[in-house]
C-alpha cells in the first residue's frame, strides 16, 4: 500500500524551528520527487519546496527561501523539512507529495500522484 505519513507538525513561537518528517511506505523514493505543500485556513493550497528524485536540485518559494530547507534522505525513505525563523505566516496544514518523477523538480501541484494525510504547523505568541 503506497502512503506518505507527515509528521512533526506542533505550535511554536515567532522565530522557532520545527522539522517536519514524511516517512514514504510502499514505494521507493530514489524513483521520485517529493513536494512540500502548505495550505491556511480560508486560503488554497500553495507550494513550499521541491526535491528531485536525487535529492540535489531543489526549489522553494520566496517567502521561504533561507529560512526553509528540504532534505531527502533515500536510505530512510524520508524527506525533511527544516523550518527555521518561523512566521504567524506560515501557520498552515503542511503536506508531502511525492511525483513519479527523474531528474526533474515538478513544481505544479498537479503533477504530484500521491499524497499525506498533512500535519497543522501554528506560528503564534
Known amino acids: 500500500q503506497v502512503q506518505l505519513v507527515e509528521s512533526g507538525g506542533a505550535l511554536v513561537q515567532p522565530g522557532e524551528s520545527l522539522r517536519l518528517s514524511c516517512v514514504a511506505s510502499?514505494?521507493?523514493?530514489?524513483?521520485?520527487?517529493i513536494g512540500w505543500f502548505r495550505q491556511a485556513p480560508g486560503k488554497e493550497r500553495e507550494g513550499v519546496s521541491c526535491i528531485n528524485n536525487f535529492g540535489g536540485d531543489t526549489v522553494y518559494r520566496d517567502s521561504v527561501k533561507g529560512r526553509f530547507t528540504i532534505i531527502k534522505d533515500n536510505a530512510k525513505n524520508t524527506v525533511y523539512l527544516q523550518m527555521n525563523s518561523l512566521k504567524p505566516e506560515d501557520t498552515a496544514v503542511y503536506y508531502c507529495a511525492a511525483a513519479h518523477r527523474v531528474g526533474v523538480v515538478p513544481r505544479l501541484e498537479g503533477e504530484y500522484g500521491y499524497w499525506g494525510q498533512g500535519t497543522q504547523v501554528t506560528v503564534s505568541s
Open positions: 510502499g514505494f521507493v523514493l530514489d524513483y521520485y520527487a
